[in-house]
């Protein structure tokens, strides 16, 4: 199996941090995404949206989208298992992950293509809206506030073990704290405790 | 089993389609939504989110978000299989499902809540962006293009066979069509095809 992969983008870090959950050996491959390589006809014939990342599978089969490739590997391999394992269990975890994706990911996205780093990679090729920002800005700190009061009751994201649901905010948390200036507030302690607790893993590493 | 439901809503739509392909019985209760009871304490113990539809489960226990309730739906009553059958097909599955909620789903949502009906519903609580809907129309069309390209070679939004895809692209269109003002051109042959092949199906009524 090959992954193609962008080492800095949080996609597919989600998808890498499921890997070293699954202890998988996978190649990887980097796609020079400044250099439009994910737009050029060989890419698209492996996923039309040209979107990072892509795996390939050993039957020569490309999957896009993260969780979706992510839920190939689950069925390939198992153990430890991440998505669920009893009807509820597989409901509520895709409850949690859509919840924070369409709920925390969206914002932080809002205010990542509206910010100062894409102002300088897109350098006038985009037109930024920056009530867009303002707005997104304040949507992610309050779901942080929401994220922490539900926290209070239960360890992680989904429930009581560790599952797709944390690595999708993992990777939000972090890539907005390092690259688009939203880091939770500091007295915001449980999400912290569960940010710690998810960050001394070593899968968070990948 | 009840599915806190809302007729006219195009969500709790996929969900009914779900239930009325895998031929469960379930009961509905319509949520007052113009009245707001989706954001009472009641409803909110039920789903934080404050959305609809939810799922309650035999054992009283809450599933939100659309594809969650079926995902459950599908765990618990197999055949017929509506989520992939193998490793490969789980994650096309997902994977076209994805595309066309982040593709297809958000640009008809941006020109929804930017349009008229909603400017009449929300009547100058909520701030419209006429531009966005501009982008999202016209990103609309684009994308009903790219389905017509990709349905030359295949009958159905993932593959073969209807699957969770299908259900989301049609109420998708349907939406769109009846009440977005976006409903696909007519020369989209393919796409037209697909659409009279699941139309057809008894559980298009739901």
């Known amino acids: 199996m090959k992954l193609f992969d962008v080492t800095v983008a949080p996609n597919p870090r989600r998808v890498r941090i499921f890997i070293a959950e699954k202890g998988i050996e996978v190649e990887y491959q980097q796609v020079d995404m400044r250099g439009g390589e994910h737009k050029t006809p060989d890419f698209l014939r492996m ?24 839920r190939y590997l689950e069925a390939l391999h198992p153990e430890p298992n ?25 914002q932080i996205g809002t205010s990542w293509v509206n910010g100062p780093v894409v102002a300088q990679i897109a350098a006038g090729r985009f037109k930024q809206n920056p009530q867009a920002k303002e707005t997104s800005d304040k949507n992610t700190h309050l779901f942080y506030e929401r994220l922490n009061r539900e926290l209070k009751d239960r360890s992680y994201m989904a429930g009581k073990r560790f599952t797709l649901a944390d690595i999708t905010a993992m990777t939000a948390v972090d890539f907005a704290s390092e690259l688009v200036g939203l880091k939770p507030e500091e007295n915001l302690e449980h999400l912290w405790d569960w940010h710690e607790r998810v960050s001394a893993r070593p899968s968070a590493k990948a």
Chains 1, 2 share one sequence.
């Open 47 to 70: 996923n039309p949206s040209g979107k990072i990342p892509v795996l390939e599978t050993d039957n020569g089969e490309h999957i896009g989208e993260s969780v979706a490739i992510c």
């Open 82 to 106: 991440l998505f669920g394992a009893t009807p509820v269990e597989l409901g509520q975890i895709e409850m949690y992950n859509r919840i924070l994706e369409l709920e925390l990911w969206t």
